[in-house]
């Protein structure tokens, strides 16, 4: 039973890996697998449902982990080997990113409070399941589609990071909110904002790497306390399945994330995002008919 549910943890890690930085929706996948192959470690419903939704955002440090390995030379600002210019370019990159992660930092944390405050539940209640996932898929592969289109053979106005402004910057995590919606993917909204705004396809997926820093820590930093809080209220303790389960998953999904990131980085030299689409319209056509069938 124990190697089946390491088997699982396997799965997700190698879906969030994929899935994180391909504009196709890492937590719509996540969503999709968890209702057919929940965990089932220990009989405790309540405790799954709370690790399960801690684990799916806590992965997202392994993924996270990549982008910090394969761009270190372009985000660390001290490095010895950098010039003064660089250097400071590198800290006005850090900057736009902050500023990037403004939008979605409001929210996610304010507007959930809000929310759960206004309604009794927050927006993971509200949001988080397979129709919700297959309407976005659909709606966002449309919306992939159709700006290539209008984009087909016209030249971008920005072809580097450097060259952001700090209102495109901003303009882009305005985008990223809108990952708030699962399914909607958050590399697939901040790429799609980079390209409406100007943007190559290079520059915006690699400044939707580097937005993707805060936005997982933060993201799994509020999972894990909400977690020990759960812990704390429920004196449950977490069997130690629990723990290897998700350092599994973490493991597998920083390992698949090396590969994925160089994939959708040689991809956009060379390709449009037209084929993501179809592949989030058919996905999200499946779910939906799933969803039909097991009613």
């Known amino acids: 039973m124990l190697f089946l549910e390491w088997l699982k943890a396997i799965l997700y890690g190698i879906v969030e890996g994929i899935t994180e930085w391909l504009p196709i929706s890492s937590t719509g996948h996540l969503i999709l ?9 220990t009989t405790d419903k309540v405790f799954l449902d ?7 955002v806590v992965i997202q440090l392994g993924a996270i982990l990549a982008v910090v390995v394969l761009f270190w030379g372009k985000l660390w600002p001290f490095s010895a080997k950098k010039s003064s210019h660089e250097k400071k370019n590198t800290w006005m990159l850090w900057l736009k990113v902050v500023i990037a992660s403004i939008p979605a930092a409001l929210i996610g944390i304010v507007g959930d409070k809000i929310l759960e405050k206004i309604t009794g539940k927050d927006i993971d209640g509200w949001l988080y399941n397979s129709i919700v996932v297959a309407i976005a898929l659909i709606v966002y592969g449309i919306a992939f589609i159709v700006i290539e289109r209008l984009h087909k053979g ?12 700090m209102g495109q910057a901003f303009a882009i995590g305005a985008f ?36 993707a820093i805060p936005a997982m820590v933060g993201a799994s930093g509020i999972k894990i306390l909400g977690f ?20 599994i998953g973490c493991v ?16 956009v030299k060379k390709h449009s995002f ?10 999200g056509a499946v779910v939906l008919l799933l969803w039909l069938i097991r009613r």
């Open 176 to 211: 990223q909110s809108l990952s708030i919606v699962p399914g909607t993917s958050r590399s697939g909204s901040t790429i799609l904002g980079s390209m409406l705004l100007g943007l190559s396809r290079t520059a915006g997926a690699e400044f939707s790497f580097f937005m």
């Open 154 to 165: 016209s030249a971008a106005r920005v072809d580097s990071i450097e060259d952001i402004s």
């Open 33 to 41: 697998i968890e209702d057919f192959l929940p965990f089932a470690f």
């Open 252 to 267: 597998v999904s920083f390992a698949v994330s090396m590969a994925a990131i160089r994939f959708l980085m040689d991809f």
């Open 50 to 56: 709370e690790f399960s939704e801690m684990f799916q």
């Open 274 to 283: 037209a084929a993501f689409g179809v592949y989030r319209i058919v996905l």
């Open 228 to 247: 020990v809080d759960y812990l704390g209220d429920s004196g449950v303790s977490v069997p130690a399945t629990a723990w290897v389960t998700l350092l």
